[in-house]
């Protein structure tokens, strides 16, 4: 079992750690017998600057964390904010508020935020790197790939197929003359099946970042904002459960647990984008590119203390 990621010339595999069959880290021994810790999730946060050093374009890091409009990851970051204030403004609006059609085209509109984003998102693992050496020319763009065996191109993908999803429920949502069956039909379930693609590519985020299914230690800016996803996924799932239509009724389990589900998983995913501004520029600043022929490994491996 080893990483996706091809060596350089002299460098060797030691001890490759993840989460069940995944790897997402791996202890690297260079020629001159160091070690180097490689990480799954830095390695992809790193790549896009590594790949602006081999042009020598763009390589600059300095600049504001918060307003980087010519990174690719600020603008995934800043379409993820967006949707998640979508959501967490409509949830609110629905908890105190009686239905007004303005709030379900705010859903609406926040999960097409949330789509673009996490196509960006599924991008970036689609055009991580395949090598760990300085690069010396340009990489071409890709816009799919299939690798099931990383588990960022999993957790990317089924990310995407939830957020596709909610697209289809929140515009059926959108159609009040819907009768009970046929809302419970084309809502409730659209809406259930992207919760669960939520949390499933949630917990394979989460793992990435531990390199185990479950772990609350090194608590970095990575954990965080995948713990924040997770918690944000579960509020999601409770949203969808409590807003399962009962035959005999009409009416949702809860509309009240349902629209604070819904509010507060938005304002969890809403911190979580947030963050992943600064985090992005950390990695950009360590990814500054080195010397071709220095022998050193690129920056998306660190020392093994």
């Known amino acids: 079992m080893s990483g996706y990621v091809d060596l350089p010339e002299g460098w060797t595999r ?4 993840g989460p069940g069959p995944f790897v997402t880290s791996e ?17 992809r946060k790193q790549s896009p600057a590594r790949r602006r050093g081999a042009t020598g374009a763009g390589t600059s890091t300095k600049g504001s964390v918060w307003w980087r409009p010519h990174r690719r990851d600020w603008w995934m970051a800043v379409l993820f904010v967006t949707g998640a204030a979508c959501f967490t403004v409509g949830g609110i609006a629905s908890q105190w508020a009686a239905t007004r059609p303005w709030i379900g ?15 960006l998102q599924y991008a970036e693992a689609v055009n991580a790197e395949h090598g760990l050496g300085p690069r010396t020319h340009p990489v071409r763009w890709r816009p799919a790939s299939w690798e099931p065996k990383r588990i960022d191109w999993l957790a990317t993908l089924v990310q995407l197929v939830g957020t596709v999803l909610f697209n289809i429920s929140t515009f059926a949502a959108l159609h009040h003359s819907l009768t009970t069956k046929q809302t419970d039909a084309r ?16 917990e394979l985020a989460f793992a990435e970042v531990c390199h185990r299914w479950i772990s609350f230690r090194n608590r970095t800016l ?22 399962l239509v009962e035959p005999g009724s009409g009416e949702p389990v809860s509309a009240r647990i349902a629209n604070a589900g819904t509010w507060v998983g938005g304002l969890c995913f809403l911190v979580g984008a947030v963050l992943l501004m600064p985090e992005a520029a950390n990695e950009e600043l360590a990814a500054a590119p080195v010397p071709a022929d220095d022998g050193r490994l690129a920056p998306a491996s660190s020392p093994v203390k």
């Open 222 to 243: 990575a954990w965080r904002i995948v713990a924040l996803n997770l918690l944000g996924s579960l509020a999601f799932g409770a949203s969808a459960i409590a807003s």
């Open 187 to 202: 809502v409730w379930a659209p809406d259930a099946f992207g919760s669960i693609a939520f949390l499933i590519s949630s």
């Open 105 to 119: 085209a705010t859903f609406f509109v926040g999960s097409l935020f949330f789509t673009s984003a996490a196509y």
């Open 14 to 17: 030691e001890s490759p750690s």
């Open 27 to 43: 202890v690297l021994r260079a020629p001159d017998g160091t070690e180097h810790r490689w990480e799954s999730r830095r390695h």
